[in-house]
């Protein structure tokens, strides 16, 4: 399976963005498919994920209330909209896929190749 990441960019702070990851084949059903995100200098951390069976959505703390994610399995993309961006969101997003909704990037076993999304203050 390929991910393909997309939709990152330059945006003033408060601004809104949404990233999508499309999936090369149909997988998603019976999989999880999250987004985590890289500053420079920075570990890659967990920012939301979303699985089908069960139906669950999850998010940092950081994000909550401010992105949302969600799926269309007919086009194979899970998308990531970002609103009231802030400058600390500004990081290489990366969308990845695996079997169990967790935090760990140890997790995923497929791996987008990453979309930059700057914010400026």
């Known amino acids: 399976v390929q991910l393909q990441a997309s939709g990152g960019g330059l945006v003033q702070a408060g601004g809104s963005l949404r990233l999508s990851c499309t999936a090369s084949r149909r997988t998603f059903n019976g999989h999880v498919v999250a987004w985590f995100r890289q500053a420079p200098g920075k570990e890659r951390d967990f920012v939301s994920a979303?699985?089908?069976?069960?139906?669950?959505?999850s998010y940092v703390d950081s994000v909550k209330g401010r992105f949302t994610i969600s799926g269309d399995s007919a086009k194979n993309t899970v998308y990531l909209q970002m609103s009231s961006l802030k400058p600390e969101d500004t990081a290489v997003y990366y969308c990845?896929?695996?079997?169990?909704?967790?935090?760990?990037?140890?997790?995923?076993?497929?791996w987008g190749q990453g979309t930059q999304v700057t914010v400026s203050s």
């Open positions: 979303i699985s089908w069976n069960p139906s669950s959505t």
């Open positions: 990845a896929l695996g079997r169990r909704l967790a935090a760990s990037h140890n997790e995923y076993d497929y």
